[in-house]
């Protein structure tokens, strides 16, 4: 089968290989046949080694398909299923999960160093331990979730990472409240998330920020009140909060100098929401006078922090009601033949999301 694969870190280009097999099937396994994938930044980062990824490797972790084969033990799923597929699975069993904290579960990162894949020359790990630029994916039976048929692949796809995140930066972590003022930063396909995510919770004021005008324009048309480069985020704190700051930021970014501004930009006892995946030698600084003479909440929101599937079934519910766009998240798409087209707009800002077809 075909599948795109960086053969090592670093690079600026995928493969597409030919020869390349889904590898492990076998008891609690399920083998998806990817009918649409999404590009996202943090594909970008594991390939230039922001995110730690054990090369070579198949990008890819936000993706949709058809159930093809079920191993042992599967119930949940059968062949011709449609479904989304969740890189951070609950086993529903560890500390994190009996404290419902779902989203914090590690237990889909214990395969993470095994191959997904395999072909002439060596094996092929997966990003996130699934790798969804491929025709076909093995994975862990959690990973397959079953999605209504109503559900077009490519929407299904962004549903499982990127519009959950965003949404549930805004719902489950922030919590933002009816009237309050927020401000983006940040305003790629998650971003625009957060956007309409506080949006649909009653934001009053929501101001986008991104150095990339098509995303500003963007980010207007899906809900925010206005839209501003980085150089113009003072102004509009100054204009909008009578310089106090917003009562929530959402940074989505994942780099500690927009985290800094974002701190700078929250007002006194309000929120500051991290949302981007940074990498680990990044490193953010606060003095302990300002952190406890400001008190504001710094509320880190990984995969949207709450119960996945629960997020799941309300970004359908709020997308079947019209409450959200999705279908307006995805500004081109293209097939697996045209990855690097696609890595392309998202390095440039061109794209909110690109999505990849089979």
């Known amino acids: 089968m075909r599948a795109a694969v960086l053969l090592e870190t670093g690079q600026d280009t995928l493969e597409v290989v030919e020869d390349a097999e889904p590898a492990g099937f076998g008891p609690g396994k399920v083998r998806v046949r990817m009918r649409a994938t999404g590009l996202c930044h943090s594909d970008l980062s594991a390939m230039g080694g922001i995110l730690p990824q054990p090369a070579p490797f198949v990008p890819g972790h936000e993706g949709a398909g058809e159930v093809l084969e079920v191993g042992e033990g599967v119930t949940h799923v059968a062949p011709g299923d449609r479904v989304l597929v969740c890189w951070l699975p609950a086993c529903n069993n560890c500390p994190a999960c009996r404290r419902g904290q779902r989203h914090l579960c590690l237990a889909g ?86 956007v309409q ?113 629960h997020s799941y079934d309300r970004a359908i519910a709020l997308w079947r009601a019209g409450r959200i766009d999705l279908e307006g998240l995805i500004t081109h798409r293209v097939p697996l033949d045209r990855i690097n087209d696609a890595v392309e707009q998202m390095r440039t800002g061109e794209a909110l999301r690109t999505t990849i077809t089979f």
């Not at 692949?153 to 009816?178: H, K, P, Y």
């Not at 995946?277 to 302990?288: C, E, I, S, T, V």
């Open 109 to 194: 990162f214990m395969n993470a160093g095994t191959p997904n894949f395999r072909r002439t020359g060596g094996d092929l790990f997966g990003f996130a331990g699934t790798g969804t630029f491929a025709e076909e994916v093995v994975l862990d039976a959690p990973c397959a979730v079953p999605v209504p048929d109503d559900v077009p692949f490519d929407i299904a796809a962004l549903i499982g990472c990127g519009v959950t995140t965003g949404l549930g930066a805004a719902f489950n972590t922030a919590r933002v409240e009816a009237g309050s003022s927020v401000a983006v930063i940040g305003c790629g396909g998650v971003g625009i998330s957060v």
């Open 197 to 309: 995510g506080a949006r649909a919770c009653g934001a009053a004021r929501i101001v986008a920020v991104d150095p990339v005008a098509a995303r500003r324009e963007a980010a207007l048309r899906f809900g925010a009140t206005e839209a501003v480069a980085p150089d113009g985020l003072a102004a509009a704190k100054r204009e909008l909060t009578g310089d106090e700051g917003f009562d929530y930021v959402f940074e989505v970014v994942g780099r500690s100098a927009t985290a800094r501004t974002a701190y700078e930009t929250t007002r006194r006892g309000g929120t500051l929401c991290v949302v981007g995946a940074g990498a680990m030698d990044d490193q953010l600084q606060f003095n302990m006078f300002e952190l406890f003479f400001d008190e504001k909440r710094i509320l880190p929101s990984l995969y949207g922090g709450g119960d996945v599937l």
